[in-house]
């Protein structure tokens, strides 16, 4: 089945202990994103990668990190988690981008930071 | 930045009812699509229209695209329970390495039984 795979579904963590939250897709997709969600904000794009070793900055990378060596996995890291990073977190992945391509999400990762 | 913003922010509406919901955005565009969000699930495409495109219609849902006035609007008929959700525009803008997502904040629709 073509899906986009996150986990963990639910974190609960301290503040300042590292953390990695894993994404895989397994559609042989280009393009993976990185979004966290906050009542009221929306959707806000963390990082986003449009093929292997290549990544940017989406609106709010602060105090995160990405990586992209194997097409199908894009984790996101906290290296030092804070309290305002707790938020809902949704990766997400599509062929490729420019050409109308929709996006595919994972079932999101419930971060809490205390 | 936003490139995208949802009006209404949220909307009630009985069972039956149409509902509809419109996005502004900011700068040019390729492609503009809506998405469908059940309560902290991850989105769901439901329909893309490009940009020489003005209507475009899937089940009970219709789109339009006005690009000079840089807006489009997503309506649902004869809606249902099932409906409720929020949903959200999605628009490209150009980047570094090609385009990119950019998600509007969101219209939480009810539809009350």
């Known amino acids: 089945e073509a899906q986009v795979t996150q986990n963990p579904r639910y974190l609960i963590t301290v503040t300042g202990k590292k953390l990695t939250v894993t994404c895989s897709q397994n559609?042989?997709?280009?393009?993976m994103s990185w979004y966290r969600q906050d009542p009221g904000l929306g959707l806000r794009q963390i990082y986003y990668?449009?093929?292997?070793?290549v990544t940017d900055k989406g609106d709010v990378p602060e105090g995160y990190k990405v990586s992209r060596k194997e097409k199908r996995n894009f984790p996101l890291i906290l290296e030092s988690p804070s309290p305002n990073q707790t938020s809902l977190y949704f990766c997400a992945s599509s062929l490729i981008w420019g050409a109308g391509e929709k996006l595919f999400f994972g079932s999101g990762t419930q971060l809490s930071v205390l | 930045s936003q490139q995208g913003e949802e009006d209404p922010q949220a909307l009630s509406i009985q069972e039956g009812e149409n509902a509809t919901m419109n996005c502004s955005y900011k700068?040019?565009?390729?492609?503009l699509q809506w998405y469908r969000q059940n309560s902290g699930r991850g989105l769901v495409h439901l329909i893309l229209i490009r940009s020489n495109e003005r209507e475009k219609h899937s089940g009970r849902l219709r789109v339009t695209l006005d690009t000079s006035k840089k807006s489009s609007s997503l309506l649902i008929t004869a809606s249902r329970a099932a409906d409720t959700a929020s949903y959200f525009c999605?628009?490209?803008?150009?980047?570094?390495?090609?385009?990119?997502?950019?998600f509007g904040p969101g219209t939480r629709l009810s539809v009350l039984p």
């Open positions: 990668s449009m093929n292997v070793e």
């Open positions: 559609m042989n997709h280009e393009y």
């Open positions: 700068t040019s565009i390729n492609n």
């Open positions: 999605a628009t490209d803008v150009r980047v570094n390495y090609g385009q990119n997502f950019v």
